[in-house]
């Protein structure tokens, strides 16, 4: 209309029921770097937050099965929370079918070598039913046949012996799982590190994968994943 000034493109008219009001905004360029920068933090707020509550729901898996197996006024010890931690990867690693001869197939977690771990995982699995099958924690020696687990712990008195033990299980669909330092740059998959007071695990999802194992996302979110080529991502 004649004598109307020409509205600013940058001002937008927003009808809130009384009348209309006119709110000014930086230029569309600028603001969609804002939104974008907004989204990035968000965004990235979330992911945080659903690391701290997968963290915290492992951790209370965990708890919940070591409370049985720990007398009361007692913490678990690291020996412990290895052995929940070797409990609980059944529960977030999907193994192929033909990995079990029939239905009532136990679940098998080996222990090789000597270890505080393997009698704190038979006190922990004693009785214990996972996803619908019976777990039983089997000593091996370095010579048996290794590929009758599901996982195998090797320990840390194997360490001369773990190319062996390794090229044993190659092809196999076993999950390797030490506490020994460079057991993944080793040819390993899973290896448990001790960082300020803290159990966590490193994975080395190209090793499952060859192994035809599928880890779930969540337990990846909490390790530290492990490129195929040994070297890590925090």
Request: proline share 3%; glycine share 8%.
């Amino acid at each position: 209309m004649p004598g109307e000034k020409k509205r600013d493109e940058n001002v937008r008219v927003v009808n809130i029921g009384i009348g209309d009001m006119n709110y000014s905004f930086q230029p569309k360029r600028r603001a969609n770097r804002q939104v974008s920068a907004l989204s990035l933090s968000f965004h990235e707020a979330a992911r945080r937050w659903r690391l701290r509550c997968l963290s915290v729901l492992f951790m209370v898996i965990s708890i919940s099965v070591l409370n049985n197996s720990i007398c009361p006024g007692q913490s678990a010890t690291e020996y412990q929370v290895k052995a929940g931690y070797l409990f609980n990867f059944l529960k977030f690693v999907e193994w192929p079918d033909d990995s079990f001869t029939h239905t009532q197939s136990k679940w098998v977690i080996g222990i090789v070598g000597d270890s505080p771990v393997g009698n704190q995982l038979s006190k922990l699995a004693e009785g214990k039913n996972i996803l619908g099958r019976e777990l039983l924690v089997k000593k091996f020696q370095s010579a048996d046949n290794l590929r009758d687990c599901n996982i195998l712990f090797i320990s840390d008195s194997e360490k001369k012996r773990l190319p062996s033990i390794l090229a044993s299980l190659r092809g196999s669909s076993v999950m390797t799982v030490a506490d020994m330092d460079h057991f993944i740059e080793s040819g390993g998959m899973v290896q448990f590190v001790v960082e300020n007071a803290r159990v966590r695990v490193s994975i080395d999802v190209g090793g499952t994968e060859r192994s035809g194992l599928k880890v779930s996302s969540k337990l990846l979110a909490l390790a530290r994943a492990v490129t195929a080529d040994g070297s890590s991502k925090n």
